[in-house]
């Protein structure tokens, strides 16, 4: 077995006050350490067993040394609790001896899943529940194997840890009008915490915010009081325009007496349109001008 020789020396000194000589002691220890990349006789032992076995036993033993791997998978492999080398296998046909090899499969597909509504409070003092889907994928099937024990559940509670955090720095003004920013920064973070794990976060979606009952109300009767602040702001406007042009109209009906007997006229083409029981017709005040006249002495007479 391949050892490391490691050398530790001490020194040591002493004082002696009463004869004031200096003694100097030194010893080194040799500490030899086993070297993990080397294969121990046990090990060496155990793999020619595990080959004389599928030996003996060919070609039954064909069945269990050779594995097949989908083109979206990926196989890592271990010999004895050791990984084996050259990363992982597959797509395609790869070899495992019996008895010592062990292997895990790896799916490289993206996968989605919900994050669970999330209670948060905003920044602004209002709790609501959000929920969101993520989509990530694994890039990296051997540390996803080595590094973490179990890395969908991994990235899952992490994914309803990020979305609280980073709601929790948000206005509900902002949660509700900038959901697209929020699922980038969600995204980056959650990108950045799974990198080492060999997992990709490729996007996320926040799907729903959901307001308390109370505040539905209250933001249901803000916005209609606004809509009607706007309608009678453009109902002002309106009657602003149509005042502009009765006075425009009345300016040319001063001008030309005859228009304002043309639009008496279609006035009456209007109403009769309708089919009215009743007809009310205008009389114009110019008509009664000669019958109001003031006589001689000072008071209204009729002429005869």
């Known amino acids: 077995m391949a050892t490391e020789l490691r050398t530790i020396s001490t020194s040591t000194r002493r004082d002696n006050v009463s004869s004031h000589n200096d003694t100097g002691t030194s010893c080194a220890i040799t500490i030899q350490m086993p070297n993990p990349e080397a294969a121990s006789c ?19 033993s064909l069945f269990e040394c050779f594995k097949v791997v989908q083109e979206f998978e990926r196989a890592v492999i271990f010999r004895l ?28 597909r993206t996968v989605s899943f919900d994050v669970p509504p999330q209670e948060v409070l905003t920044r602004d003092s209002v709790t609501v529940a959000v929920d969101a889907v993520v989509y990530y ?8 194997v080595v590094r973490v024990a179990d890395y969908s559940a991994s990235t899952r509670l992490l994914a309803a840890t990020t979305l609280r955090n980073v709601l929790g720095m948000r206005d ?10 929020i699922s980038h920064m969600m995204q980056a973070n959650l990108d950045e915490a799974t990198d080492p794990w060999g997992v990709e976060v ?23 009081a606004d809509r009607e602040a706007r309608a009678k702001i453009i109902a002002a406007e309106g009657e602003i325009k149509a005042s502009k042009a009765l006075r425009e109209a009345s300016l040319v009906m001063v001008d030309n007496p005859m228009a304002l007997q043309l639009r008496y ?16 017709f205008p009389f114009p005040m110019d008509f009664l001008k000669t019958f109001l006249s003031p ?9 005869l």
């Open 172 to 181: 509900l003004a902002q949660l509700l009008s900038d959901r697209e920013a």
């Open 202 to 224: 490729e996007r996320v979606e926040i799907k729903d915010v959901r307001l308390p009952v109370q505040l539905q109300r209250a933001m249901a009767a803000e916005a209609e």
């Open 137 to 144: 994928r694994i890039k990296e099937p051997l540390n996803a």
């Open 81 to 108: 609790g050791r990984l084996r080398k050259g990363g992982a296998r597959g797509p395609g046909l790869f070899f495992v001896l019996p008895c010592i090899d062990t292997y895990r499969k790896v799916d490289l």
């Open 265 to 280: 006229l279609q006035s009456l083409n209007t109403i009769s349109a309708e089919k009215n029981s009743t007809i009310i």
């Open 42 to 60: 046990v090990e060496r032992f155990a793999t020619f067993l595990s080959f004389l076995l599928v030996i003996i036993t060919f070609p039954f």
């Open 295 to 303: 006589g001689p002495s000072g008071s209204h007479t009729l002429p």
